[in-house]
T-cell receptor, first 113, second 115 residues
């Protein structure tokens, strides 16, 4: 049973560019959450997707957007990249919108130069 | 609003020492969940334990134990006889029940176990 997978593993982008990160949830999970983890910090909640809709959103600007597909996989898009967007982006899946369970993927390390 | 404080930024111990990682939380709600996660260098957050606010029983799992005290709003984590493989960043987190609440993580404690 595959766990949460994320791609790519690492990414280097230039300031002002756009980036798309991908996440496939654990089998049987229908809810996906995205987190940003800056160096030396705890994960910060970006948003959560359930039934292909954004259900909850943390304190992140509109440059951060997402999508969930019918197979429950998800994308995180960040436009107009800033140096401060450099971080580890973690995806977590849950077996239901209200579930407290979260299984995390290995993350995508984004570096903005 | 919820808050989780992990005052210890980094702890360094020698193998076989016992070590306790502190977690203090703030919430006005009476029903909530507390979590501990381990983040090895690979980056993936590994779930260790969940506690709900109505269950103050301490828990032991092998060399790991957790002490939940509502009176002091603390949920501390102890590793007995630490091993090099325990080296990682450990996060404490709090979440209110239901899908409309966002999990709150502490800043993490980096544990380094020297051989």
């Amino acid at each position: 049973d595959a766990g949460v997978t994320q791609s790519p593993t690492h990414l280097i982008k230039t300031r002002g560019q756009q980036v798309t990160l991908r996440c496939s949830p654990k089998s049987g999970h229908d809810t996906v959450s995205w987190y940003q983890q800056a160096l030396g910090q705890g994960p910060q909640f970006i948003f959560q997707y359930y039934e292909e809709e954004e259900r909850q959103r943390g304190n992140f600007p509109d440059r951060f957007s997402g999508h969930q597909f019918p197979n429950y996989s998800s994308e995180l898009n960040v436009n107009a990249l800033l140096l401060g967007d450099s971080a580890l982006y973690l995806c977590a899946s849950s077996p239901g919108f209200s579930s407290y369970e979260q299984y995390f993927g290995p993350g995508t390390r984004l570096t903005v130069t | 609003a919820q808050k989780v404080t992990q005052a210890q930024t980094e702890i360094s111990v020698v193998e076989k020492e016992d070590v306790t990682l502190d977690c203090v939380y703030e919430t006005r709600d009476t029903t909530y969940y507390l979590f501990w996660y381990k983040q090895p260098p690979s980056g993936e957050l590994v779930f260790l334990i969940r506690r709900n606010s109505f269950d103050e029983q301490n828990e032991i799992s092998g060399r790991y134990s957790w002490n939940f005290q509502k009176s002091t709003s603390s949920f501390n984590f102890t590793i007995t006889a630490s091993q090099v493989v325990d080296s990682a960043v450990y996060f404490c987190a709090l979440k209110l029940p239901g899908g409309s609440y966002i999990p709150t993580f502490g800043r993490g404690t980096s544990l380094i176990v020297h051989p």
